[in-house]
């Protein structure tokens, strides 16, 4: 009875720490669901804030966490070169390390490796570059890129692709693509299949709809726990990102998370919602805030401007962000034009805030089965403009 009772207890925490994608409803393509992971439960759709190297920039983690942070993201590249696999896998792993108790994706490193340009050399078996940081030369392929996101302890790993600008021939597209369908078959080899971890495989093929297709349909048949779409947000522009998710969530599976890699701005977010993605990420928030632009309802606030030096208004009249209940736009401008480092926080909060919260939102109009009247609403204030100048 005692055996018995061992292994029902055994069966029931294996059940619980699933990594496990629950669609809950949908309003046409916009979708809502749940993603059960080994360190919490991710509701969708989702913004994940950038941590690139352990460290979501100019933001303590409590601010982070407060915001509506479920999952933050962490880069394989960067943590690899400082402080160093072993260094991170002697502290418990880079959840760990930072003191985040939630989930956390790390990025392959793929994207950060093709913006190195002529620091880094493709084959077939991966990539040879030199560190941004001291010119140190390194070798990445799908093994070690797993293997060291297996040694940072992160909850979803992502694959090793090859990333390409835009714009790119047929030719060169379907050659990365091909590429990285290999280097997928290595990368799920070489994952450590842990209760409540999961794989992403990531879709490639630039913006030509028969290699998304292609590659959509033989990642699926590597049974990841989620999809991503790369090869996005790098220059093609709103119109050519929508079309070509179009032309790519068609081909993915309804049961497992979709998640849009580097992408966006509010409305990029919305519209990619609207075509079925469930997870995003993007430095924007962060990189806007330290350099005075902040993300509102009516649109982007160039703290900076003038006019906004006896503006004793919030910047944003409907965020309850700690940056918004408590400062106004005219002590937020002295704090830029006095290079004070407390604007960069403060406005960094304010954006996070601002992603997370229209994520709930967004969330809770697909429950309501009402997303199409909160699209049209959000965007025709978005676009209107900040334009009200005391």
Known sequence: ???????????ITDMINKFNFKLLSKDKNARLGKLETAHGDI???IFMPVGTAASVKAMHLRDVKASGAQIILANTYHLMLRPGQENIKKMGGVRKFMGWNKPLLTDSGGFQIMSLGKLRKIQNDGVTFKSHLDGTKYFLSPEISTDIQNSLDATITMQLDECIPFPASYEESERA????????????EAFQNRTGYGQFGIIQGSIFPDLREESSKKLTELNFEGYAIGGLAVGE???????????????????K???????????????AIKRGV????CVLPTRSGRTGQAFTSKGQVNIKNSRHSLDTRP????CNCETCRNYSR??????FKAQEILGLMLLSLHNIHFYLNLMKNIRESIKNSDFDKFEKTFLENYYSGDIDII
């Open 1 to 11: 009875m005692e055996i018995v009772v061992f292994f029902q207890k055994i069966i």
């Open 315 to 318: 910047l944003d009249i409907g």
């Open 330 to 335: 005219a002590y937020l401008h002295h704090l």
């Open 177 to 188: 693509m091909k590429l990285s369908l290999e280097w997928a078959i290595k990368s799920r």
């Open 237 to 255: 522009g709103q119109e050519f990102m929508f079309e070509t998710l179009d032309n790519t969530t068609k081909f993915m599976l309804e049961n």
């Open 257 to 271: 998370p979709r998640y849009l890699m580097g992408v966006g701005k509010p409305d990029d977010l919305v519209g």
């Open 43 to 45: 509701d969708t759709p």
């Open 278 to 281: 469930d997870m995003f990420d």
